[in-house]
């Protein structure tokens, strides 16, 4: 199955944009190859421009808090586990104190860096970083994997703040997911949403067999999967045809 996911609304969009590139940064990193540490860099200059609104430190600590407080309401519960309980919260309570152990805005340390800056002013520029553009990151590429690595472990260690808060509250979100099976009848599926409950996050699992892609829209109030087939040269056209079973998880 394809899990696909879509967010409803601008706070969970964030997320799952950082939570993406911390797991490609995760992969690129212990690679040799300069290229790939090329790409490393770049990924970590696309975290720091998500990671660069000024609110989002304080919402992800209100988020940590919201779910403080819902897991210290399963305090005596007897159908809950008293350890597992703990677990999470001392995982939620870790989270919370680095963040607010780690002053200003993630990755401001890099900053200071002047070359680095340089690289980040030219890596968007197609070409932009050629030898006769940066000659000293041409020359840090050619120095050894393990330099390289150790300087970008450096590097993304200024932005690890981010990382298990956010990992930690989109697992908290996904394990709150109401599954359903549904069908889609024309190549198009919708439902409306209960207005006594705010879901923050579609997922919707599809067999690769049936060869549909599914385009999701959504708010608050309203899902919409409308199911596309490839055509040709890539060209994406309503399969209005297809009468296709699939699984969604909506997530609170």
Not at 131 to 150: G, V
Not at 155 to 173: D, F, N, R
Request: charged share 25%.
């Amino acid at each position: 199955m394809i899990l696909y996911e879509y967010p409803l609304n601008e706070r969970t969009r964030t997320y799952l944009r950082l939570e993406h590139l911390l797991q490609r940064l995760g992969v690129l990193v212990p690679r040799e190859h300069p290229l790939d540490h090329h790409h490393a860099l770049q990924t970590l200059f696309e975290i720091l421009e998500v990671g660069a609104r000024a609110d989002l430190k304080s919402e992800i600590l209100k988020d940590l808090d919201r779910q403080k407080q819902q897991f210290e309401t399963y305090r005596g519960n007897p159908a809950i586990s008293e350890v597992a309980l703990s677990r999470v919260l001392d995982q939620i309570d870790r989270c919370h104190a680095a963040l607010r152990e780690d002053e200003g805005r993630p990755g401001h340390a890099l900053s200071n860096v002047e070359w680095l800056q340089s690289v980040r002013n030219r890596i968007g520029i197609p070409g932009g970083t050629c030898a006769f553009d940066l000659p000293a990151y041409h020359d840090w590429q050619h120095r050894s994997p393990a330099e390289r690595q150790a300087d970008l472990a450096r590097w993304a260690q200024t932005v690890a703040c981010l990382a298990e808060p956010v990992h930690l509250l989109l697992q908290l979100l996904r394990q709150s997911a109401v599954a359903q099976k549904v069908m889609a009848t024309q190549g198009q599926f919708q439902q409306n949403l209960p207005q006594s409950r705010t879901f923050q996050l579609l997922r919707v699992w599809i067999d690769p067999s049936l060869r549909l892609i599914p385009e999701i829209s959504g708010n608050r109030l309203l899902v919409s999967v409308r199911l596309l087939r490839r055509q040709g040269e890539g060209r994406l056209e309503h399969a209005a045809d297809a009468e296709a079973e699939f699984e969604i998880h909506l997530c609170a």
